[in-house]
């Protein structure tokens, strides 16, 4: 499955961890984060999941992808959030692989869910965010969750 990014068309997740890499080589002293999130919406006869990778160099900009899937609907929002970390755990892991391969310094990852304190998704927080950081990686929730909140839910519509 491809990735789009408004920068450079389409990529493979190859192409998206080698831009990911020139990004960093472009001020290495830097400081960086991973950002992966996943956000979906409910069409007529399926669910649109994108997930979205950004590299964000701490207060100096981001550079961003992101992949599209089509799915069955789920029978509850539960499935969906589920599906939606799933989703991105499986994207961080792969990406962390890459880079654990490579000489790049040593990421933080945060996995940014599309849950918060307010609205029903407030119920399941501490199992989702204990299901991520029992990954191994940071999660974050909203209003601090803008790589699925934002940047995924962009282009779900």
Known sequence: ????????????????????????????????????????????????????????RRGKGARYFYQKRHHRHLSSLRQKIYMEASLSMALASQLTERFSRSEAPALNVEIHLDIGSVGETRAWIREIVGMVTGSGFDAKIKPDSFGASTVADRFTK
């Open 1 to 56: 499955m491809l990735f789009h990014s408004p920068t450079c068309g389409p990529l493979t997740l190859d192409g998206v961890y080698q831009e990911i890499q020139d990004f960093i080589a472009h001020a290495p002293q830097d400081a960086y984060t991973l950002v992966i999130g996943t956000d979906s919406q409910a069409h007529e006869r399926e669910l649109v999941f994108v997930s979205a990778v950004v590299i964000y």
